[in-house]
C-alpha cells in the first residue's frame, strides 16, 4: 500500500513542528513505513526522544485516518 509519512518534532518552549517534507513510500503497513525509513525503534506508546511520524494512506486527503508512532 502507498503511504505518506510526515515526521515532527516537539519541545515545551516552541511546539510542534514538521522536519523536512512529506516522503512517500510503499509498505505493508504504517508500522512498517515508518521503521523502514530511518531504522530507528519506535512505538505508538510510551515516553518518546521528540521525535515522531504521522502515517496515512495517499487516499485519504484529508489525514484524517492517520497512525502516530513515536521513536524511542
Not at 516537539?10 to 522536519?19: E, K, L, N, R
Not at 516522503?23 to 521528540?50: F, Q, Y
Request: aromatic fraction near 12%; proline fraction near 3%.
Amino acid at each position: 500500500m502507498h503511504y505518506s509519512l510526515q515526521f515532527f518534532t516537539w519541545t515545551p518552549q516552541d511546539g510542534v513542528h514538521q522536519v523536512g517534507k512529506t516522503v512517500e513510500i510503499n509498505a505493508l503497513s504504517p508500522k512498517v513505513a515508518a521503521i523502514s525509513l530511518l531504522g530507528i525503534r519506535l512505538d505508538d506508546t510510551g515516553c518518546a526522544r521528540k521525535l515522531a511520524v504521522r502515517v496515512w494512506s495517499d487516499s485519504d486527503d484529508a489525514k484524517a485516518d492517520c497512525t502516530c508512532f513515536y521513536y524511542h
